[in-house]
């Protein structure tokens, strides 16, 4: 098993001061457990620990082979994702938070890692993401689950029984944070993937879903990467996802 797993970490801007105000807390989960992060960004190379270098084109997308040097692939949080890629029009999705290279660069690399069977974990937009690459859609706006500017809120959601994710955190119930206004039910979630946990007091609102036919693929709605706010148990997921990036 690799004690040094190299993961990729998705993010809308390779720059060093966007990465340090926008996707540090990524960074640390994983070197905190040992990881190696490679940033991938549509407007920045990504440089591996060996120096290999892979520019994205002009539509923000990087080259497929860059999965030969990750052991694992993070869809990170964002704004939204442009709804013309699951054929629907807006319907209450932000425009002024949608970036169309953001989405080719994302879709193009989570499509990739769902055939190669690479370790994918998707969180917030890159939960919505990752639906949206394995066939599905989403909710584009509901209300109740965005935090304010001053705070952040919590709430509850039911863990599913019998499924990998019930596994990891060991509980029926998981406190999270919240942060989005979009989101997958059961009617938008896609074909091969299923419910992992639903929201408190929305159980119709699913909170993570996961594969039953890949080694390690879950989408989580809410940021389990500040550790600093949130229930020991969210440590176990990461420790899981870097367990399976190992294997």
């Known amino acids: 098993m690799k004690t040094n797993p190299i993961v990729g970490v998705t993010t809308k801007h390779g720059s060093n001061e966007w990465v340090q105000k926008n996707t540090i807390n990524y960074l640390n989960a994983l070197a905190a457990l040992g990881a190696t992060a490679v940033v991938l960004s549509p407007d920045q190379p990504a440089v591996l620990p060996d120096g290999t270098t892979f520019a994205p084109d002009e539509e923000g997308r990087l080259p497929e082979a860059i999965l030969d040097y990750l052991d694992g692939l993070i869809l990170s949080g964002g704004g939204d994702v442009h709804p013309r890629y699951f054929n629907r029009p807006l319907e209450g999705a932000e425009p002024e938070s949608i970036d169309l290279k953001r989405d080719e660069l994302e879709l193009r690399l989570a499509r990739q890692a769902l055939a190669a069977d690479l370790p994918l974990f998707g969180i917030c937009r890159g939960c919505q993401l990752?639906?949206?690459a394995?066939?599905?859609g989403m909710v584009q706006h509901l209300p109740g689950h965005r935090s304010p500017a001053d705070r952040?809120?919590?709430h509850e959601?039911?863990?599913?029984p019998g499924v990998r994710f019930r596994h990891m955190v060991g509980d029926a119930t998981l406190t999270v944070n919240t942060f989005h206004h979009q989101g997958v039910d059961l009617a938008t979630l896609a074909p091969g993937l299923i419910p992992a946990a639903t929201a408190q007091p929305d159980p119709w609102l699913l909170e993570a879903f996961e594969s039953p036919d890949h080694r390690w693929v879950l989408g989580v709605q809410w940021h389990p990467e500040?550790?600093?706010?949130?229930?020991?148990?969210?440590?176990q997921i990461w420790a899981s996802f870097i367990h399976a990036c190992g294997g």
């Open 152 to 154: 952040t809120a919590m």
């Open 130 to 132: 990752l639906n949206v």
């Open 226 to 235: 500040r550790l600093f706010e949130l229930p020991e148990a969210h440590a």
């Open 134 to 136: 394995a066939g599905g």
């Open 157 to 160: 959601v039911l863990v599913q």
